[in-house]
């Protein structure tokens, strides 16, 4: 009986090792797909951060667009309100300027013309 008995019981262990094996796979198994879902659900929250951060890009890029939109107007409206004006003004004093010239030039010609023509004295009295 003995030999029956040992027979029985190393039966017995292989019947208990084939589903002690497959709880050990299962468990690896289980473990392997726990990590797989770990890395999956890490690589979520990675890809949620950089689509986070390419929207505030995305804010920051129209701001800075919409800061250039309004500093080419300023810019615009400082031409128009400001330049022109001043160089219409610059304008006008150059004109002035070669007006002045031109009568003062013209005054004293005819001064010095007109000294050259009266040599003989006073005639005014």
């Known amino acids: 009986m003995t030999s029956e008995a040992t027979r029985g019981s190393s039966g017995m262990k292989r019947l208990v090792r084939g589903p002690a094996n497959d709880v050990g796979t299962q468990s690896s198994n289980t473990r392997i797909r726990l990590v797989s879902t770990s890395a999956v659900l890490e690589a979520r929250d990675v890809i949620d951060t950089v689509g986070n951060v390419a929207r505030r890009a995305d804010q920051l890029a129209g701001e800075f667009a919409d800061a250039g939109s309004k500093l080419a107007r300023t ?51």
């Open 75 to 125: 810019t615009s409206m400082v031409v128009d309100e400001v330049v022109n004006p001043v160089t219409r003004v610059a304008a006008v004093a150059r004109g002035v300027r070669v007006g002045a010239m031109t009568l003062l030039d013209t005054i004293l010609k005819r001064r010095s013309l007109g000294s050259a023509a009266h040599t003989g004295g006073n005639h005014h009295e």
